[in-house]
């Protein structure tokens, strides 16, 4: 038996939304997915709003992950106490409201989705994740253990990858919005690669109009970041674990483009 793990990159305002209620549960059927982890902390460009994150689980989605922004948009504080597929980072303060990780898998294999956010160029003031880390495996029991991994430095992604290879099934990047091609399984059986990209405009800057964005790097005063218009394509990576060793078999980048999810 292998476990079909599907890990979905950030979601990135209306084109975003279109293309992964359109294109994802048609993947998952074709490709035999099991289970499917979408990070949802972009949906609304800067944040998500609670109507944003019911329509990703509706469009297929297991667990959603957040990130730097998730209190970005005050009305989804109750829903993040309330539901526990929605996870913000673990390594938040204890004081923030909401749920750092979650067991699913009553049935069959236990799954167990940790979010995690990075500190090094963050501002956000997180915990150490490693050390976040390290106190839930320690605590949860699973078959299979998965890590939505929000940073922004690749070296701080592939560290803690090395430092939980064995110990976990997957630790996959998100944030930067740009798929790496490093995927790969480290030699004590974790599957990773540095960022599994984004769901979201094709011609952007990180899913923001480009004239938006580079008008910021030429030193005008900076403006509510606004979605990029246009075709738009779903990123992400397929992981096959062995819920028996816990181990990954496989890791294959996906991306999807869609000309019709603009009109979404």
């Known amino acids: 038996m ?3 793990v599907l890990a979905v990159g950030d979601v990135t305002g209306k084109g975003g939304l279109a293309v992964l209620s359109r294109e994802l ?3 998952i059927t074709k490709e035999k997915i099991d289970f499917t982890v979408v990070n949802g902390e972009n949906a609304d460009v800067v944040g998500a709003r609670t109507a944003q994150i019911e329509r990703i689980f509706e469009a297929g989605a297991d667990v959603v992950t957040m990130g730097n922004h998730t209190y970005s948009r005050n009305e989804i504080i109750p829903m993040l106490e309330e539901e ?3 996870l913000r980072p673990a390594n938040f303060s204890s004081r923030a409201p909401g749920h750092g990780y979650t067991v699913c898998g009553s049935a069959g294999p236990r799954i167990l989705v940790i979010s995690l956010i990075g500190r090094v160029f963050m501002d956000v003031g997180p915990e150490n994740p490693f050390f976040t880390a390290d106190r839930i495996l320690e605590r949860t029991k699973a078959d299979i253990r998965l890590i939505d ?8 992604k592939m560290a803690l990858a090395y430092y939980l290879d064995g110990r976990v099934s ?3 990047g998100t944030h930067t919005h740009v798929q790496t091609s490093d995927e790969r399984i480290l030699q004590g059986g ?3 690669i540095t960022d599994i990209g ?3 405009p094709v011609d952007s800057i990180l899913g923001v109009r480009v004239s938006q964005s580079v008008s910021r790097f030429l030193g005008y005063p900076p403006e509510r970041y606004a979605a990029a218009e246009g075709p738009a394509k779903l990123e992400g990576a397929v992981f096959d674990i062995d819920p028996e060793s816990g181990k990954c078999l496989s890791v294959e ?3 999807i483009v869609d000309q019709t999810s603009a009109r979404g």
């Open 198 to 200: 984004t769901t979201g």
């Open 84 to 86: 526990e597929r929605l």
């Open 25 to 27: 549960r048609r993947f």
């Open 190 to 192: 974790t599957g990773y």
């Open 149 to 156: 991994f929000h940073a922004e430095a690749t070296s701080e």
């Open 253 to 255: 980048r996906v991306r």
């Open 2 to 4: 292998v476990v079909r």
């Open 170 to 172: 997957a630790v996959w």
